[in-house]
């Protein structure tokens, strides 16, 4: 299995960014994935989840300003981030069960 994210980076609160990953090693279609974030002092935690068949659930701190994505036929998730907020700091990983890529850093300056 093999997890690469992009598109992290540094914006201002009420700003937006666009988080990608490509994933090869499994069939991708076959899985529900997820993006997780690891912020300074805190465990890791579960922003968004999508199924096999493009449901999706998010945590109640991203409701409404995150939306997850997946493109099957290139083998693409995506984590749309809109209205950022100074706690959406962190590293975030795109995710397949307990199995991550290296994360991308997300940081939001008041």
């Known amino acids: 299995v093999h997890l690469v994210e992009s598109g992290g980076g540094l914006v201002q609160a009420g700003g937006s960014l666009r988080l990608s990953c490509t994933a090869s090693?499994?069939?991708?279609?076959?899985?529900?994935l997820k993006w997780a974030r690891q912020s300074p002092g805190k465990l890791l935690e579960r922003v968004a989840y999508?199924?096999?068949?493009?449901?999706?659930t998010y945590a109640d701190s991203v409701q409404g300003r995150f939306t997850i994505s997946r493109d099957n036929d290139k083998n693409g998730l995506f984590l749309q981030m809109n209205n950022l907020k100074p706690e959406d700091t962190g590293i975030y990983y795109c995710?397949?069960?307990?199995?991550r890529g290296q994360g991308t850093q997300v940081t939001v300056s008041s």
């Open positions: 995710m397949r069960g307990s199995e």
């Open positions: 090693g499994f069939v991708f279609s076959q899985n529900g």
């Open positions: 999508i199924s096999i068949d493009g449901r999706t």
